[in-house]
């Protein structure tokens, strides 16, 4: 008998609370479809305030190299190029690619007027490399293929650089040739895939000169 009504009892008290959880989740649910919606657009919008009038995405950082010039051995550091208000022009190229051939007039025209102290565009802060030893299909170039280019091709006195790891160039998140970066305050503040024409690039090198 005692048990009969223990678990009456029971019963009972599990009733009540399956009712007071019930009570807690519809208090829940009406709070949430009460006030869940205001609050999720306002953050919304302040999102929105912060991305259009607040936040300023900044230029990529580029990646920093010591490298050997092909034909001298002189070595390069890209810390002595990258900051302050220098401007530096970096180039990457494969020998045995066309374009980059195509290419070359226009960087030799580039460096004629910008890097001669006797040119009427003479910039004393602009700063260019070519650099090389890269895979194009089964052939990858050694320090003599990027030597050869520079004379054949170029035909210029702006340092050409060996790099031994082949990896540099997809650090810059490059694939392709020729691709070419301008990088000032140590940031790279213009890139591009492919050949440019002698305006194109200009355009870009005056724009952050």
């Keep these: 008998m005692a048990s009969k009504r223990k678990r009456k009892l029971e019963l009972k008290a599990s009733r009540s609370t399956d009712y007071k959880m019930q009570a807690r989740r519809d208090t829940f649910n009406e709070n949430l479809w009460r006030f869940g919606p205001p609050v999720i657009t306002l953050l919304i919008l302040l999102g929105v305030i912060f991305f259009v009038f607040i936040y300023e995405p900044g230029n990529p950082r580029p990646e920093e190299w010591t490298l050997e010039e092909a ?51 003479y910039a004393p802060h602009f700063n260019m490399f070519s650099i090389g030893g890269y895979q194009l299909g089964s052939n990858t170039d050694s320090k003599s293929d990027v030597d050869s280019f520079k004379f054949q091709y ?39 895939q492919g050949r440019l024409t002698y305006d194109q690039l200009s355009a870009e090198i005056d724009k952050h000169l």
């Design 71 to 121: 034909d001298t051995g002189v070595i390069y550091s890209s810390k002595d190029y990258y900051d302050g208000d220098q401007l530096t022009l970096v180039e990457f190229f494969q020998s045995q690619c066309g374009h980059c051939q195509e290419q070359a007039p226009v960087l030799k025209e580039i460096n004629d007027n910008y890097m001669d102290d006797t040119s009427e565009n």
């Design 154 to 192: 170029h035909n210029s006195q702006w340092p050409h650089l060996y790099d031994p790891t082949g990896d540099l160039m997809s650090d810059y998140s490059f694939s392709s040739y020729p691709s070419m970066a301008l990088i000032k305050n140590n940031e790279i503040v213009y890139q591009h």
